[in-house]
Nanobody
């Protein structure tokens, strides 16, 4: 499975961005896709995830109410709409595929494939 993330950039605080992540290859065992982020000097952390069948969504507390994850099954693409961005949202954002049917999807260890990352910078 190959993942191509896009949509990062520089935005002012309070602004918005929409990230996209397209999956290709052997995607038939995709049970969920997620977004993680890693800020400079910090560990990678969970942001949001969505089950491929059913569309259940999961969010980190820090982004609830501001970020929305969605997917287009026909395009094998997941999106992350990020509104009301804050400087602390600055990070490299990674998309990932989970082939774990019964996962909770909060842990990076539940994901088998990762995209290359896209940088989001929020200025104050």
């Amino acid at each position: 499975v190959q993942l191509q993330a896009s949509g990062g950039g520089l935005v002012q605080a309070g602004g918005y961005l929409r990230l996209s992540c397209a999956a290709s290859g052997r995607t038939f065992r995709t049970y969920a896709m997620g977004w993680f982020r890693q800020a400079p000097g910090k560990e990678r952390e969970f942001v949001a995830a969505i089950r491929w069948i059913g569309g259940n969504t999961y969010y980190a507390d820090s982004v609830k109410g501001r970020f929305t994850i969605s997917r287009d099954n026909a395009k094998n693409t997941v999106y992350l709409q990020m509104n009301s961005l804050k400087p602390e949202d600055t990070a490299v954002y990674y998309c990932a595929v989970s082939q774990d049917f019964s996962g909770t999807y909060y842990s990076e260890y539940e994901y088998s494939y990762w995209g290359q990352g896209t940088l989001v910078t929020v200025s104050s």
